[in-house]
């Protein structure tokens, strides 16, 4: 999220945006952010939608001390003020710290310090008509907190983000898992990177247990999937529930189920069994996002349908009629999911995927490229010391060009091949290991 700069505009408010300290490479680095924004509307559809943001308030003021934020606070328009703190209005103030536990005895103190603002409503711990914090940054160094607060924020809160949404698609409780479903926290950022949204279709083509397409039909996305792994499409072979009795997976173990379960059946196109490197779909631009998490060759086997015969033969694309791309290379399976998704991603369509990584081997200018596609946002997630994913989002800017084929893609990023084909053989030497 971009800092937006305050601007004297008396129909604009700036708003404080509090992070949960989560994951915290897929944001701005501190857990603070002021905005400025029109509405208080624009602030509601921000949170409907963040899994990163705890809470956000409309700030009323801010200041390095106590008493600067007190002066700051009396320069608040009273008009503002005013819809919050009539006699009728019930409302509460909490006093809440970032990188410190304060004691009770303390909370007091900063109660009275406040007592001047003008709120004439009862208080009510409970359901108040209006929440207000007072925030307390104690800095930024989670191994010595400082001793007073660097800022302090007062607010009056507009809501919280959607991290209740953990829970309600947690892995635990989901009714069909595998050894490689997504985490749903990173699922979401995944839906939100591809701007999922009702009216759009949505595709993974290495879908696994369906956890991103989940994602995006909780955002009101069609989803439509494939894998090459049948028993996983059709709810056969193990299942990977630890309590399960069962060691097989039950025939309704499927990514249909747990759509059911979620209330979302209706968004669920299907799913299909089919090798990403085999053109079963006529190319046509019909996805509005692609979203996925290929495999890595780690957990999961890379596999390919193409034949050993077909592989030695060595023939053209033009001859096979499909990419004639062997999936057991890394760097393959990626700049195949570029290929494909220059041909079957509408124009501004969002391609959203994961690039595992040896740290000491990345670059920023060896993430790959596409004529097609320009790249919007680079996250990493760190997993072990030399070991993170990136999370790459492109946006597709121009229509499919028939001149870019795999061959001619290979030759344009040849440094992120081999930055690539090495990850599998780097990520298992010993310093890997967490
Ligand atoms: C990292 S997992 C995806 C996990 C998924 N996001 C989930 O939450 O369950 C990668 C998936 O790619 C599949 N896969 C491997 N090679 C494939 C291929 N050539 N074509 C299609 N799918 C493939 C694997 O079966 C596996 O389910």
Not at 72 to 82: D, E, F, G, H
Not at 255 to 275: K, W
Not at 360 to 378: E, G, I, M, Q, W
């Amino acid at each position: 999220m971009k800092k937006i700069m305050a601007d004297e505009n008396e129909e604009t408010s700036t708003f404080l945006v509090l992070f949960a300290q989560e994951h915290v490479d897929f944001r701005v680095p501190s857990p603070f952010l002021e905005i400025v924004l029109p509405l208080e509307d624009d602030a509601q559809k921000i949170l409907s939608r963040s899994l990163s943001i705890k809470s956000l308030y409309e700030l009323w003021g801010t200041g390095k001390t106590l008493a600067q934020l007190c002066e700051n606070l009396k320069k608040y328009p009273t008009r503002r003020m005013q819809p919050y703190c009539s006699k009728e209005a019930t409302f509460r103030i909490n006093v809440e710290t970032y990188n410190k536990k304060i004691p009770q005895s303390q909370r007091e103190h900063y109660y009275e310090a406040l007592s001047f603002l003008p709120f004439k409503g009862k208080v009510a711990l409970d359901n108040p008509e209006n929440q207000f914090s007072l925030v307390l940054d104690f800095g930024q160094d989670t191994n010595v907190a400082a001793e007073t607060p660097c800022r302090y924020y007062f607010g009056r809160l507009i809501g919280k983000g959607q991290r209740h949404l953990c829970q309600k698609y947690s892995l635990k409780d989901r009714y069909f898992i595998g050894n490689t479903s997504m985490d749903p926290l990173l699922s979401f950022f995944m839906a939100n990177q591809g701007q999922a949204r009702p009216g759009t279709l949505v595709f993974d083509p290495f879908v696994g247990t369906g956890s991103t397409l989940l994602s995006c039909g909780h955002f009101g996305s069609r989803v439509f999937g494939s894998d090459i792994d049948k028993n996983l499409i059709t709810g056969r072979g193990k299942s990977s529930r630890a309590s399960s009795k069962c060691k097989w997976r039950k025939r309704d173990e499927i990514i249909r189920t747990n759509f059911i379960n979620a209330g979302l059946e209706h968004l669920f196109v299907d799913v299909m069994v089919a090798d990403a490197s085999r053109q079963v779909l006529r190319p046509t631009p019909i996805f509005d996002a692609i979203i996925t998490d290929p495999p890595y060759g780690v957990r999961e086997g890379v596999r390919s349908q193409i034949s050993e015969k077909e592989l030695t033969e060595n023939r053209s694309e033009a001859e096979l009629g499909y990419p004639s791309i062997h999936l057991g290379r890394l760097s393959d399976i990626i700049l195949s999911l570029l290929h494909f998704s220059s041909q079957y991603l509408c124009l501004n369509g969002r391609l959203v995927f994961w690039l595992p990584v040896y740290k000491p081997s990345y670059s920023d200018s060896k993430v790959p490229h596409h004529p097609c596609f320009r790249l919007v946002a680079n996250s990493e997630q760190n997993l072990f010391t030399n070991i993170s994913r990136h999370l790459l989002t492109m946006e597709k800017t121009h229509e499919y060009n028939k001149s870019v084929t795999m061959d001619s893609l290979r030759d344009k990023n040849r440094e992120f091949e081999i930055m690539c084909d090495r990850f599998r053989e780097n990520y298992f030497t010993p310093s890997n290991s967490s």
